[in-house]
């Protein structure tokens, strides 16, 4: 799995010239915007003026909502948090088996990241550490309450060993794909090394039956 901060896929841009927005409206029109900004030219380099004048409005009403930059971040990435996991928690009810589950949200997360040039994480853990850390203590509960259902799930179904470990694995993979997002700078090989860790993830734990799915997964999405 991905670093799970910056989204924009579900939610909706109003124009700021045509529509009247509540307080609350405008609190999440500005957390869009900033979302899209930071996504494809990274969080050190947008400025509040940016944001204002892709806006078509004043640097004041941002202010009026965020007392700075760094409260912008920490809020947009808990909404994009949030927002993420409950896209997970869908792709989890439509019942895939655990391996084709994996792949789901994997193409899931590159159509998020696929305009960023630098890991969201790699970004955060350089220029604000502090909002870093508490991503991180976020991510951690949330990814290892996923990866130990889907490996249980695995199990369940004949697809992962009877025999594993499940919060050892969860474990691994955990730190294993932070570390990979959190020292990768290129957002594209972060990717590229986010598939060859969840390819070797899934053979270290598969049966025989869990190979020829995984098998037949990486021929159906070869370059996620």
């Known amino acids: 799995m991905e670093t799970i901060f910056v989204f924009k896929v579900s939610i909706v841009l109003l124009s700021a010239e045509n529509q009247l927005f509540s307080g609350l409206q405008m609190k999440d029109k500005i957390i869009a915007k900033a979302t899209d900004m930071f996504l494809r030219l990274g969080f050190k380099s947008i400025t509040m003026d940016d944001i204002a004048g892709e806006m078509c409005i004043s640097k004041k009403t941002i202010y009026k909502y965020f007392i700075n930059k760094e409260v912008l971040i920490a809020e947009t990435t808990e909404t994009m948090h949030k927002s993420i996991y409950q896209i997970i928690e869908d792709i989890i009810a439509r019942d895939f088996n655990a391996i084709e589950e994996n792949f789901e949200i994997k193409k899931m997360f590159k159509g998020i990241f696929q305009f960023a040039e630098t890991s969201p ?17 976020q991510e951690f509960e949330e990814c290892n309450r996923y990866m130990k259902h889907n490996i249980q799930k695995g199990i369940d ?3 992962f060993r009877a025999d594993i470990d499940i919060d050892m694995y969860s474990k691994f993979h955990y730190i294993l794909t932070f570390s990979i997002n959190e020292n990768t700078k290129s957002e594209k090989e972060a990717q590229r090394l986010e598939h060859a860790a969840m390819e070797y993830h899934m053979r270290a734990m598969a049966t025989e039956k869990g190979i020829v799915e995984l098998e037949k997964q990486l021929l159906i999405n070869p370059n996620i």
């Open 157 to 159: 179904q004949g697809l």
């Open 121 to 137: 994480l790699y970004q955060l853990k350089k220029h604000y550490p502090e909002i870093y850390h508490k991503v991180m203590s």
